[in-house]
């Protein structure tokens, strides 16, 4: 009986789809690598020469997803200004502050996954943070150099990537004490609270205040959980 050899890509692809239809099925602690290797029809040793660990075909997986994500796609293609630099800032907000509502459960498992995995060996979180880096960072930075041009911001010392960094870190760790059914930290009662985080971080980007005053409330901030189901209804 003739067996059909695939090429390394080719193969590659094959674990993914297998992967992406079980994390679907049982997220990802329920889901094993020999699970997907059985789904993917090889044995597991066979994927882990592709794949060293769950952690790193979950973090692949997750990058393909960003990178055919049309929201993702739309903000890459946005030219880089003041107001883009705004909607990167709302857009990051938003992302997380979702995240810790019921219906996204698997969004919530994300962040507790990125925490957990820089108390271990950090992997999934590097794959992660890689991924996100290269799909977004030299957007930021061109919208950043834009603001500044246009007297919106003024330049802060230091790598511009790493104020990206210092804003996703802040928002995640938000995120993060809402994440709990009662939540480990309990913020001052804010009418806006995502609007208050936009704010902060602009601010430690250096987007000054009338820029920030004029911008912010002209984004509009993305739809929560609950309405974007109520739109799709």
């Not at 990802?28 to 997907?36: E, H, I, K, L, Q």
């Not at 769950?54 to 200004?81: F, G, H, M, V």
């Not at 939540?183 to 987007?207: K, N, T, V």
Request: overall charge negative; hydrophobic content about 45%.
């Amino acid at each position: 009986m003739s067996t059909i050899r695939l090429t390394s890509d080719l193969r590659r692809e094959q674990i993914l789809e297998a992967a992406k239809r079980c994390f679907a099925l049982y997220g990802f602690a329920g889901t094993t690598t020999r699970s997907v290797a059985q789904a993917a029809g090889i044995s597991e040793g066979l994927l882990f020469k592709h794949f060293p660990t769950k952690a790193a075909l979950y973090a692949e997986t997750l990058s393909e997803e960003c990178e055919a994500d049309p929201e993702l796609i739309r903000l890459r293609e946005l030219k880089p200004s003041t107001t883009t630099l705004v909607i990167l800032i709302r857009e990051m907000v938003g992302h997380f502050m979702r995240a810790t509502e019921a219906p996204n459960e698997e969004d919530a498992h994300r962040v507790r996954l990125l925490i957990s995995s820089q108390l271990t060996d950090g992997e999934f979180a590097r794959l992660v943070y890689d991924k996100i880096g290269d799909l977004i960072g030299s957007t930021f930075k061109a919208s950043l150099e834009s603001a500044i041009a246009a007297g919106d911001a003024e330049r802060v010392e230091g790598e511009q990537l790493n104020l990206f960094w210092f804003a996703h870190q802040v928002v995640h760790m938000v995120a993060l004490t809402r994440l709990p059914a009662t939540p480990s930290l309990a913020y001052a009662s804010e009418p806006d609270f995502e609007r208050q985080i936009c704010q902060f971080i602009l601010r430690g980007i250096g987007m000054n205040g009338r820029a920030i005053a004029s911008y912010l409330d002209a984004v509009p901030p993305p739809l929560s959980a609950a309405d974007r189901i109520a739109e799709s209804a």
